[in-house]
């Protein structure tokens, strides 16, 4: 009996994955001193140059057809707008279009339906910052009534985060030393590091942007970049001895 349960529990165990069995091995580094675990974070600070816009139209009127064809027309004026501002089709994407009935509430009446609500709204990517405040006062021209952000931010990070790894090491490094020093050890050898992924710093938070005539008569529209970080944040393990 011992002998066939011992041989279904070798076929069980040769009928699993490679992978799941790689799975359930882990490598355990054997050290002869003390472990240290620490958690290192490097920060880079870039300019964005990336803003990203939510800019649409809402119409109202008496009939659902004319709200929807109202809006299509003054959306079509938005578009145009963008275009000749050398915005590309790739960085202009549709990101809600609605169509909902208004009502008129009266106390002890039933609702009174007076007319349809359309709303189109676009997603914009501007790649260069300082036109971002001109494109905007010209979309508000063209019949925009619905516009949000910007939202700033850095348009190809990886190399930053790059760099920002690289001081994250070397932090890791240099309080490990610090914490060797005062136990009266030395740093012999990094055991494992792993990433618990970049972070970057979110900007401030986006603002509904209206522009009346008079005033956009007055001043133009004026987008500060600022500045943006970006964190990576490693988790090192050393030996002490």
Known sequence: MRKTLLMAIALGAAALPATAMAQAVTTVPLISGTRLDISATGEVTRV???AIISAGVQT???TATGAIEENAT???RVRAALKRAGIDDKDIQTSSISLNPEYRYV??????????????TVNVKFRDLKRTGAILDALVAEGANQING???TIDKPEAAYDE???????AGRARAELYARALGKRVVRLLSVSEGGGYQMPPPMPVAYARDVAAQAVAKTE???GTQQLQATLAMSFELQ
């Open 223 to 225: 987008i500060d970049p």
């Open 60 to 62: 109202l009127q008496p």
């Open 164 to 170: 920002a790894r690289v001081r994250a090491i070397a």
């Open 74 to 76: 003054r959306m079509e």
């Open 107 to 120: 106390e002890n009446q039933p609702p009174r339906l007076t007319g349809y609500r359309a709303t189109n």
């Open 150 to 152: 910007p939202n700033l």
């Open 48 to 50: 964005p140059d990336l």
